[in-house]
């Protein structure tokens, strides 16, 4: 079965003090991706800032006679992610690796990495996101 996926628009973190681009107040953001990010361990209140796109940034279209059930993260070889590399890294130069919760494969952790450059589990949170 092959996808056919869309992304119409963006959803922008602009780093400036005030809500502007994509910015939300943390008391905006919906409650079910809040709770989501909680049972992930990401406490938003602890977020320097939170952005979130519209409801219908992205569409998929299915081949013709299959269905979509549902998205999630996974890595290349549709395996759970448990500390795969992004490609990304700190301002101090620290690798950060990608988690989805085990409980729900919506939610996706950046974890910065050690100081040698390995996956730690337990790696202060850079990023999270959700998709739904």
């Known amino acids: 079965m092959a996808l056919t996926i ?14 502007q681009d994509s910015d939300i107040a943390l008391v905006d953001v919906p409650s079910n991706v809040s709770t989501a990010f909680s049972n992930a361990g990401a406490n938003l209140a602890n977020a320097i800032q939170v952005a979130g796109g519209g409801g219908d940034d992205l569409s998929v279209t299915p081949d013709s006679g299959f269905t979509v059930n549902g ?6 070889t ?3 992610l448990n500390g795969d590399a992004s490609g ?3 301002l101090e130069g620290r690798e950060i690796f990608l988690y989805a919760d085990p ?3 919506n939610v996706v952790l950046g974890r910065e990495g ?14 999270a996101i959700y998709v739904e």
């Open 78 to 80: 549709n395996g759970a």
């Open 88 to 90: 990304l890294f700190t």
């Open 6 to 19: 869309n992304v119409f628009g963006s959803t922008k973190i602009d780093e400036t003090a005030s809500p």
């Open 103 to 105: 409980n729900n494969d």
């Open 71 to 76: 998205l999630g993260f996974v890595d290349p």
């Open 114 to 127: 050690t100081v040698g450059g390995v996956a730690d589990p337990s790696g202060a949170i850079v990023f």
